[in-house]
Each structure stands twice: as structure tokens, then as C-alpha cells.
């Protein structure tokens, strides 16, 4: 027998109790890919200061493209912690 984590041994057809097991354990092993946003605001925010430092446009539409970023990196750092996270 198998422990918890692996799914269930078949041999022919699932019953619907078996394919449920089965689901709710690929659903398990899928990644999370908006742990993934982290690395591409690495990025973007140093790239989009460098790229916008001599662009014919507004300082202060220099500084909203920064802002946002960075707020929005910090919104989802939020909402990752209070998802992801037990915060009892």
C-alpha cells in the first residue's frame, strides 16, 4: 500500500472515489506560478528605472511607472502572505 502522498495503485478503471484521490493529488503536485511574480519584479523594477531614465516623458510619469511597480510588488507580497501563510 501507499502512503498519503502518492495516489492510489490502479489496475483498469478508477470508481469515482479513486479518480477523486487521484485529482486532488495532481492538484497537489502542481506549481504555484504567482510565486513566480517576485522574480520578474526583480527585474522590472531596476529595468523600467534604467529604460525610462532618459525617455522624452514626464518625471512624474517616470515615477508613477516605479511606484506602481513597486506597489504592486508589495500587494502581492500581501496577498501571498495572508493566502499562503497561517497567520494564527
Excluded: C
Excluded at 50 to 64: E, F, S, Y
Amino acid at each position: 500500500m501507499g502512503s498519503a502522498d502518492e495516489p492510489p495503485a490502479t489496475s483498469g478503471r478508477l470508481d469515482p472515489r479513486q479518480a477523486a484521490l487521484r485529482e486532488a493529488y495532481r492538484a497537489r503536485r502542481m506549481p504555484s506560478y504567482h510565486l513566480f511574480i517576485p522574480l520578474a519584479a526583480m527585474v522590472l523594477i531596476p529595468m523600467s528605472r534604467h529604460a525610462l531614465k532618459n525617455a522624452p516623458i514626464p518625471q512624474r510619469a517616470k515615477h508613477g511607472v516605479f511606484l506602481g511597480l513597486t506597489f504592486g510588488a508589495l500587494g502581492h507580497a500581501g496577498y501571498v502572505m495572508a493566502t499562503e501563510f497561517s497567520l494564527r
